[in-house]
């Protein structure tokens, strides 16, 4: 069991920066495959970015490849979402969420979520 929470999110001009985070309690958060989704108003909820449990694979939607950044730091229980040159298409509710086993970027495959942290850009 995991449970997941988000900080982080603001408003911010487009091509600024933010960088979210996800703490996670629960003994076993090192053994947990970590993501970002994102979800936009009137739109699914989407992939952004996931890392392995030991840091050295990640991925990434082709939408923030060359901007975004995800990592994590299994001795403070938290995963991060570097963001930069943001655009206004990027404004979104951020949720972490967790899993078992190989990333995988469908929401399905996740079983545990943060509650979400509000990204907007303005422009």
């Known amino acids: 069991q995991v449970q997941l929470v988000e900080s982080g999110g603001g408003l911010v001009q487009v091509g600024g920066s933010l960088r979210l985070s996800c703490a996670a309690s629960?003994?076993?958060?090192?053994?947990?495959?970590m993501a970002w989704f994102r979800q936009a108003p009137g739109k699914e909820r989407e992939f952004v970015a996931v890392?392995?449990?030991?840091?050295?694979?990640?991925d990434y939607a082709d939408s923030v490849k060359g901007r975004f950044t995800i990592s994590r730091d299994n001795a403070k229980n938290t995963v991060y979402l570097q963001m930069n040159s943001l655009k206004p298409e990027d404004t979104a509710l951020y949720y972490c969420?967790?899993?078992?086993?190989?990333?995988?970027?469908?929401?399905?495959?996740?079983?545990?979520w943060g509650q979400g942290t509000q990204v907007t850009v303005s422009s």
């Open positions: 969420a967790a899993k078992y086993g190989s990333m995988r970027n469908a929401v399905e495959w996740y079983g545990y």
């Open positions: 629960g003994r076993t958060y090192s053994s947990y495959t």
């Open positions: 890392i392995n449990w030991s840091g050295s694979s990640t």
